[in-house]
């Protein structure tokens, strides 16, 4: 049972063009959402994240946008770079609740290549 | 340190040897995650400890593998009688408290022969 669902593995995008990477999930518990990057040989690192009572949160030029109704959430990287080629994982958490201890629950990842 | 360290890097095992995973978490991060990660999917949950207490190990996928955090500092994730089924990368992660953004080291490739 995937309860966080990135359906596309890899996606491809032109240097200064956007990329939307998007990520579906059917656990109505969950409240916290993040982004990690990886690349090759290294751990995860954090991107960005949104909290439920949020639909959007922007950093630089990372955007992700919460659809609660759709159970559905998408980063945005504008303008894209080829230091973005990596690997990018949705994850989603459940903080409420004084049971909860913040394990995330991870998709597949999407492979992004930035072409120059 | 300034992050997550792990050790080993790579470790190379033969079928039913033990091994044992060590977590270096950032100074002060109460919270400890353990995750695995096969080729291909993202990180999976294995263990979580606050402090020295391992509060959820349900993501363990046998008891031939077992984790602690004797001190609250260093965790230690065993796995005993290893299967081929066990190659993984095995990530471990720390934040502040349960509810911060987790960072993670850069993980152990394990490979079972």
């Known amino acids: 049972d995937q309860q966080v669902k990135q359906n596309s593995p890899s996606l491809s995008v032109q240097e200064g063009r956007i990329s939307i990477l998007n990520c579906d999930y059917t656990n109505s518990m969950f409240d916290y959402f993040l982004w990690y990057k990886k690349y090759p040989a290294e751990g995860p690192t954090f991107l960005i994240s949104?909290?439920?009572?949020?639909d959007k949160n922007e950093d630089g030029r990372f955007t992700v946008f919460l659809n609660k109704s759709a159970k559905h959430l998408s980063l945005h990287i504008v303008p894209s770079q080829p230091g973005d080629s990596a690997v990018y994982f949705c994850a989603a958490s459940s903080m409420t609740g004084s049971s909860n201890t913040g394990k995330l629950i991870f998709g597949q990842g999407t492979t992004l290549q930035v072409k120059p | 340190g300034a992050g997550v360290s792990q050790s080993p890097r790579y470790k190379v095992a033969k079928r039913g040897q033990d091994v044992a995973l060590r977590c270096d978490p950032i100074?002060?991060?109460?919270?400890l995650f353990w995750y695995q990660q096969a080729l291909g999917q993202g990180p999976e949950f294995l263990t979580y400890?606050?402090?020295?207490?391992?509060?959820?190990k349900s993501g363990l996928p046998s008891d031939r593998f077992f984790a602690e955090r004797p001190e609250g500092s260093v965790s230690t994730l065993k796995i005993q009688r290893t299967q081929q089924e066990d190659s993984a990368v095995y990530l471990c992660a720390s934040s502040l408290e349960s509810r911060t953004e987790a960072f993670f080291g850069q993980g152990t490739r394990l490979t079972v022969v």
């Open positions: 949104i909290s439920s009572i949020k």
């Open positions: 100074s002060g991060h109460v919270s």
């Open positions: 400890f606050q402090n020295e207490a391992q509060l959820d």
